[in-house]
């Protein structure tokens, strides 16, 4: 049985961790298989957005497969090009990612939902860095994704702590979007978010989350709007066919027909 599983209806990718006898526990071979997944998404231009998510109901992802490791001796001395999962240091794909939550997102697993654009969650879903527990730290993003995400006292209490943040909690907070009752209602949730993102032009999609994300790295508002005409991504947008099929649309009273370039 394969370890990921990658599904796609029409511009939508799914990404799913396939091992729910053991939490979707990310294995060596799983880190490799994913690092493909994505490397895949992010050259198909049919593909605009990725859903990432967990088989069965009990969890998104546990993060490591810690027994598997022990087994070894320790934990893999590297990852794929971009990172833990593939996914953690995925820096230069502007398009978006959407982490789907159907239960326990801990350590490597609640890193993989913080590196996503969006979280939908189901009520039972539940979010922590426990990596202190067994002498380790959350070194695949977890602890700077974390501290920008969240106020800094709270962000410190999860990660010193090691506690357990329930979706109420987390929705509260801000980290998650919208949490929903069951895993049966997370496909709908989800693809909700998916039309709407789709709805938009794909390259000012990209433009979008890119220039937001290289802003944050700017000095302050002023350098990020003085440097965004610099980003790649704008300027891909700004000569796009997509931007000059909105305006003709808009002008022509029509839905805008996009071709993603």
Known sequence: MAEVL??????????????????????????????DAFNRFAADDSQQVCIVTGAGERAFCAGSDVKGAAA?????????????????????????FIAAVNGLALGGGFELALACDLIVATEAASFGLPEPLIGAIAIGGGLHRLARQLPLK????????????????????GLVNQLVPTAADLPQAVAAWCADILK??????????ATTLRGLDEPG??????????????????????LKEGLRAFAEKRPPRWSGG
């Open 6 to 35: 990658v599904s796609r209806d029409g511009a939508v990718t799914t990404v799913t961790l396939n091992r729910p006898e053991a939490l979707n526990a990310i294995t060596p071979t799983m880190h490799e298989a994913l690092e």
């Open 72 to 96: 070894a001796g320790g934990l893999p001395s590297g990852y794929p090009a971009h990172g833990y999962a593939g996914l953690i240091e995925r820096f230069d794909c502007p398009k978006p």
């Open 154 to 173: 709270q962000a410190m209490a999860l990660i010193l702590t090691s506690r357990r943040l329930p979706a109420r909690e987390a929705l509260a907070l």
């Open 200 to 209: 938009g032009a794909p390259a000012a999609v990209r433009a979008s989350k």
């Open 221 to 242: 508002v002023a350098a990020a709007m003085a440097g965004q005409a610099g980003y790649p991504e704008f300027d891909a947008w700004w000569r796009s066919e997509d």
